[in-house]
């Protein structure tokens, strides 16, 4: 309980008070490695806030393959966010990689801090400017880097990465083939 207060206060000012009300009506799951915590076709009604652990955000195309287009770690807040703020399915999966611990965050929770808590706003807002940034950022890189570049940047975005997460999720996440990352670490020694 205390990495998510810690995590809060380091964003907003919030009381005791406020945070225990915020914090009542979540609850503490454990998922195993490729345990799924959501899925696409269900409308999203949590927030996930990890405190240990590292959870894949995948998408299927339209013949079924997987594309790994997101990591998020310790401290991270995850969801599949425009459909439990427009109320419609899903489409990503969220999948644990690793055993993850996450205090689950019930719709009712986040309306209530919305409404209730004096900057809780601004926690929402702060939250949405992070994955604005995040999502806004592997656009420009999928488009303006090269797979190398990609590369060399993945360990900034997700310190460690590389030792926790099998090699065909990270071809995957930087858009090409195993066999090319396997080139590109060969290549330049990695």
């Given amino acids: 309980m205390e990495s998510i207060k810690q995590v809060i206060h380091s964003m907003i000012q919030a009381s005791d008070r406020e945070m225990n009300q915020f914090l ?7 998922y195993q490695p490729y345990e799924v915590l959501a899925e696409p076709g269900v409308i999203p009604e949590s927030i996930f806030f990890i405190s240990h652990g590292l959870v894949r955000v995948i998408i299927a195309d339209q013949a079924g393959d997987e594309h790994t287009i997101h990591f998020a770690l310790e401290n ?15 489409l990503y999966y969220l999948q644990a990689l690793e ?71 990270i071809a995957s996440y930087l858009g090409i083939t195993p066999v090319h990352l ?8 990695y």
Avoid: C
Avoid at 24 to 30: I, K, L, P, W, Y
Avoid at 76 to 90: H, M, N
Avoid at 121 to 148: C, M, S, V, W
Avoid at 182 to 189: D, F, G, I, P
């Fill in 99 to 169: 055993e993850t611990q996450v205090f689950i965050l019930p719709r009712k929770s986040i309306e209530w801090g919305y409404s209730n808590m004096q900057e809780g706003q601004k926690l929402g807002r702060l939250i949405a400017e992070f994955y604005f940034i995040y999502h806004d950022n592997r656009i420009k890189n999928l488009y303006a880097r090269t797979p190398l570049e990609r590369y060399n940047a993945l360990a900034e975005v997700f310190p460690n990465i590389h030792n926790r997460v099998p090699q065909h999720m």
């Fill in 24 to 30: 009542e009506d979540s609850r503490v799951a454990t």
């Fill in 76 to 90: 991270q807040f995850i969801a599949d966010y425009s459909g439990f703020i427009l109320r419609q399915p899903g």
């Fill in 182 to 189: 396997s080139r590109l670490k060969k290549n330049n020694r």
